[in-house]
């Protein structure tokens, strides 16, 4: 969709915009009600191209998430709730 192409444009030129996508991610380690803005934020970080190797994004969640051709290599995903995520 074009305003999902629109976003991730967006996630690349802003490093504030980014990052706020990284904080909803976050967040939802101890805010589980923000699960819809995360997948939508990490959804959108992945279309940008964002390279998520590394990082620790334990006990996150993320339900129904479009991780395809992500970059997830020693991405530490344990205890997420990764329900319906596509990778």
């Known amino acids: 969709p074009q ?3 629109r976003l991730a444009e967006a996630a ?3 490093p504030t915009f980014k990052q706020l996508l990284y904080d909803i991610i976050l967040a939802t380690k101890e805010t589980p009600g923000l699960h819809v803005a995360a997948a939508n934020a ?3 970080l992945n279309k940008a191209g964002e390279n998520f190797c590394g990082r ?3 006990d996150i969640q993320i339900p129904g998430a479009d991780l395809s051709a992500s970059q997830c290599a020693q991405t530490n995903f344990r205890g997420a709730n990764l329900a319906g995520v596509n990778f």
């Open 3 to 5: 305003i999902l192409m």
């Open 12 to 14: 690349q030129a802003s």
């Open 56 to 58: 620790d994004f334990s």
């Open 42 to 44: 990490i959804t959108i």
